[in-house]
């Protein structure tokens, strides 16, 4: 079975200051893995995605995500948040066949 | 170019009630899927098609529950006898392939989803 924990519900951090979301998985053989961010009331937009090659993958927005397979994370940062960067954050997985698993999600709030 | 779009984008409808949900996916993107999006589960997958074909049938949540796609294209989610714990987000998705062998892992991009409310 594959799954994904995002160990916090809520970041909050200032804008101009790193943010990072934090996302570790599970799953058998090689991990494919994606972060998603959804606005409110819009639909889940692609960010980034790990196949394979170099563990540091750079996304829309700035965001850019580090592959751990030692620590089997992927935690998602942004050098500097901006307030239009608040919105809700998932970590997904796909390992055998072709369903996403899926994060619970993580808040992310930047105040100004 | 133009994204997944999802109709209706808001549905009320009364327990016991069928509903039909509407997914057109990116022209050319071969893959279609379907999740539901609630507070309690978070995002669940459903049922993914490739082509006009469901492989996998297992996330749907009961036989209340079905899909199909036509033409390769528009896809519909069917539930029957709505009951008031199928409230929720349905989201549909679409990429230009499934993953396999050699193949890269296709992002999936997701429609503004429909927000059903069994009363």
């Known amino acids: 079975a594959q799954s994904v924990a995002q160990p916090e519900d809520q970041v909050n951090v200032a804008e101009g200051n790193p943010l990072t979301v934090k996302c570790t998985y599970s799953?058998?053989?090689?991990?494919?893995l994606f972060w998603y961010v959804q606005y409110p009331n819009r639909g889940l937009q692609f960010l980034l995605k790990?196949?394979?090659?170099?563990?540091l993958v750079k996304g829309s927005y700035g965001f850019e995500a580090e592959f751990n397979k030692s620590q089997t994370s992927f935690h998602l940062k942004k050098p500097s948040a901006l307030v239009s960067d608040s919105a809700l954050y998932f970590c997904?997985?796909?390992?055998?066949?072709?369903?996403?698993?899926f994060g619970a999600g993580t808040t992310v709030t930047v105040r100004a | 170019g133009a994204g997944v779009s999802q109709s209706p984008s808001n549905k009320v409808t009364e327990k016991g009630k069928d509903v039909e949900l509407r997914c057109d996916p990116i022209s050319g993107h071969t893959a279609l899927y379907w999740y539901r999006q609630s507070l309690g589960q978070g995002l669940e997958f459903l049922i993914y098609f490739q082509g006009n074909s469901a492989p996998d049938k297992s996330g749907l949540p009961s036989d209340r529950f079905s899909a199909e796609r036509t033409g390769g294209s528009v896809s519909t989610l069917t539930i029957q006898r709505t009951q008031q714990e199928d409230s929720a987000v349905y989201l549909c998705a679409s990429s230009l392939g499934l993953a396999g062998g050699g193949s890269p892992a296709y992002e999936q991009y997701f429609g503004p989803g429909t927000r059903l409310t069994v009363t």
């Open positions: 790990y196949i394979t090659g170099d563990n």
């Open positions: 799953v058998s053989g090689n991990p494919y």
């Open positions: 997904a997985v796909r390992a055998r066949g072709y369903k996403l698993s």
